[in-house]
């Protein structure tokens, strides 16, 4: 089993490194629920909600940009960055390697 | 037993009619694969025998316990209800909409502040402005240009993702004066007395612009919020219900939550499941409705439906 590491900025600002394989395809926001992150992902993974909203802080070239799907999503956000993307929409893969990721979805509480 | 079901949705269907009404499902027995509205229009047909009535568009607030057991269930427009058990099949929560960082926001709420459109008659000969650049901003800016005195839209980018016909027909009545388009700005402050009065917004180039604006509607989509449901005196782990598995009772007797906004060991968030649920959550719900009589089980296969 292949690992990667990350970081991963909650809604406080805190910064934690967080571990995951890359050969179970697996999303991020899998991931991040998966580490008990407060993201609600209400959809699932269908790109149908945003609440999984997360800024790209460092490794956006990588990643790429977002699709037109979430972009669609986003677009209904009172709020999104020139780096945002959907974590459900981010497979985990070697091109996460290092990347720096700020959860901007709705707090669940 | 009757059953009447209360939902701040204007609709049925919950997550399914809400966000992801064409999605197929491939996971409910019996169907190889089902769009998520037919699997709701399909329960809705299977209800119908066991004439279930409705309260729509409405958020349930407060339960009164009553001096027998049973509770006056009070909704945001107060209607209210009387019920001998309660079943809460709230999924993720109530869908409400997302707000935007404003200052004084809160302060205008009600007062001018409207996140959406109950009676469009509310902004007749009204100076209104619309924030936001999905289908439901551009298809309200549509149809309040001809109600309002003047609707002025305010959208961040410079084009729109919603659907093509509407943003064309929105570029079309800027573009004959009916409506102002804003583009390229976001709220920053709403400001009045008593009521909104102006809505200040900021540019691209961080330059201040000033409306006068009787109401501001800003629309930013819906996202699910646990919402009054912590407040009932239930016990919650991660703004999830928790529950006995015996028969879905919370700690609060009488009070039942299923479905996705419950939790338990082994807990699946699966429609499936939910159905699960249901079922054995009836069974012991009887005993509260109908304390005298003795519960027998029966299948629908042998007695058809119309003898329960």
Known sequence: ?109 | MRCHLIDALPQIGGQLSEIYPQKPIYDIPGYPEINAQDLVDNLMEQAKPFHPTFTLGERVDFLDRQEDGSFIVTTSDKTSVHAKVIVIAGGLGCFEPRKPVLTNLETFEGKGIHYMVKNPETFRDKKVVIAGGGDSALDWTIFLANVAERVTLVHRNETFRGAPDSASKVFDLAQEGKIDLILSANLKEAAGGDRLEKVILEDKNHQELVLDADYLIPLFGLSPKLGPIADWGLSIDKNAIEVDTRDYSTGVERIYAIGDINTYPGKLKLILCGFHEAAIMMHSAFKYVYPDQKLSFKYTTVNGVNAF
């Open chain 1, 1 to 109: 089993m292949e690992l990667i590491k990350f970081t991963v900025e909650d809604q406080q600002g805190e910064r934690q490194e967080v571990e995951a394989p890359t050969d179970m395809g697996l999303s991020l926001m899998e991931i991040l629920k998966a580490s008990e992150y407060p993201i609600l992902a209400t959809c699932g993974g269908m790109a149908l909600c945003a609440t999984c909203h997360v800024e790209i802080l460092d490794g956006q070239e990588g990643l790429g940009d977002a699709t037109d799907t979430e972009l669609d999503q986003l677009e209904n956000l009172p709020e999104y960055f020139p780096t945002s993307r959907l974590a459900c929409q981010i497979r985990i893969g070697d091109q996460l390697e290092g990347a720096v990721i700020k959860l901007r979805g709705e707090d669940v509480v």
